[in-house]
């Protein structure tokens, strides 16, 4: 089992990135973000997940994470993507608007069935490649790369008019988007 891509030190930060299956363009509806948010939420509150700088694009998410010990990382990390994996299931199959339904459930279950640790519903790509944060210079880079990447995806011309991003946090603007970090 390889070792290249694992939480080895609790007491570390990581840049993570993980992705929706075949990069599909999920993360376009208010309630989706919505309901990933409300999960981070929920783990900072009551798992003790602390993040750092984030950023949510249209097919994955960047984050420089940590955790206060209530729980290990890649415990917490996995169980929220398994969590939300769940909640987009079910807020897919029941939301009236999404005129992807059908494409959607199809992408997802397609990608369970052909992958045998899951059980016919796969959301997430598996990996989180969690990337150990050894240093303030390394930090600063790694938040500067998650703030570019929907200027660089040519989505805004300043990281901190991406909504859903810490981007305006760190500039001083109240963001749009409010979590309670740890």
């Known amino acids: 089992?390889?070792?290249?891509?694992?939480?080895?030190?609790n007491d570390?930060?990581?840049?993570i990135s993980f992705a929706v299956v075949n990069w599909v363009d999920f993360f376009i509806r208010e309630e989706y973000n919505q309901e990933l948010i409300n999960s981070w939420q929920y783990n900072i509150e009551n798992?003790?997940?602390q993040?750092?700088?984030w950023c949510i694009m249209t097919s994955h998410i960047h984050m420089i994470v940590g955790s206060d010990g209530k729980m290990k990382l890649d415990k917490i990390i996995?169980?929220?993507k398994s969590y939300t994996s769940t909640r987009f299931k079910t807020l897919i199959k029941e939301n009236q608007q999404e005129s992807r339904k059908e494409w959607l459930v199809w992408m997802f279950e397609r990608a369970g069935k052909k992958n045998g640790n899951n059980n016919e519903w796969q959301f997430w790509q598996q990996h989180n490649k969690p990337l150990e944060i050894t240093g303030q210079e390394m930090f600063d880079r790694t938040l500067d790369y998650i703030h570019q990447n929907p200027v660089v995806a040519g989505f805004v011309t300043r990281p901190e008019y991406w909504k859903y991003s810490s981007a305006q946090d760190f500039s001083g603007m109240k963001g749009l988007v409010q979590l309670s970090y740890s």
């Open 1 to 9: 089992m390889s070792r290249k891509y694992k939480f080895h030190d």
């Open 47 to 49: 798992k003790g997940l």
């Open 51 to 53: 993040i750092y700088g």
């Open 78 to 80: 996995g169980e929220m």
């Open 12 to 15: 570390k930060l990581y840049f």
